[in-house]
Each structure stands twice: as structure tokens, then as C-alpha cells.
């Protein structure tokens, strides 16, 4: 996310969320009970970075040893996160941490604290799309 002549790079399987009010009813009409936010402090807000994900290395092809630095050693892969940059996201409030930055408030949130992610089918494939159908 770029802000002025700045980057913010979020690393690993973390979220930059800007979080909304906590309100009962979300700006996109998810209803949370007053049960459901006095049980588990839950919090709401748009996705506006993402992480690249678990980063994992690469390996010289079957049966080669992990540990063994081969000429692509330094070369990572990346076990993606889910959410994308403007879904709506319900988390986990006690595993954010709060930053502030130029004056706005943003969260840090780690992927396991989402508990779901609202996409708009607009802008982002469904996920039955992706699939090919095998049985044709």
C-alpha cells in the first residue's frame, strides 16, 4: 500500500486492515449480536494490504534434501494468504495490533484471527469458477 512517497510492505500471512466502527450492523449489512461481541471482542474493517504469505523454500527437485543449499537456496515461495485488498473481514480484536500511520489507524492482523471474509463477486472470481470441472 503506497501512502505519499512511502510503501508499506506487510509481510508474511498478515493483513492491513483499516478497521470500521463496531457497531451491531457492519457497513456491509453482516449483523453481529451483542452476545457475539461481549463473548469474543470481534472487530470489522476493509483489507487494504496483504502479506505475501507462509514463505517456504525451494527445493532442487524429489529426494533432495531440505537442508542442502542448492543454486535456488535463496528463492522463497509463498503458501498465499485468503484475503484480498478490499474485503470486508471480521477478525479476532485481541490478536490485532493497532498501528497509527499520517493520522489514520490501521490493524496488523494475522490470517488465523479472520474469521471470515466478505469478496464482492464483482471484482474477484468465485471460487466454484476456479475449479475445472473434472467430470466432463
Request: zero cysteines; aromatic letters at 8%.
Amino acid at each position: 500500500m503506497k501512502i505519499g512517497n512511502k510503501q508499506i510492505l506487510v509481510v508474511g500471512d498478515r493483513v492491513l486492515i483499516k478497521p470500521e466502527n463496531n457497531d451491531e450492523r457492519t457497513k456491509v449489512g453482516l449483523y453481529v449480536p451483542q452476545t457475539v461481541i461481549e463473548k469474543e471482542p470481534v472487530q470489522s474493517g476493509r483489507v487494504v494490504a496483504k502479506g505475501p504469505g507462509i514463505a517456504y523454500p525451494t527445493g532442487s527437485g524429489e529426494g533432495s534434501e531440505p537442508w542442502q543449499e542448492t543454486s535456488d537456496s535463496h528463492h522463497l515461495k509463498f503458501i498465499p494468504v485468503q484475503a484480498e485488498v478490499g474485503d470486508f473481514a471480521l477478525f479476532l480484536k485481541k490478536e490485532a495490533f493497532e498501528i497509527q500511520y499520517q493520522k489514520e489507524t490501521y490493524l496488523v492482523v494475522p490470517q488465523a484471527a479472520i474469521l471470515l471474509l466478505i469478496r464482492d463477486e464483482e471484482e474477484h472470481l468465485s471460487f466454484d469458477s476456479e475449479i475445472p470441472d473434472l467430470l466432463e
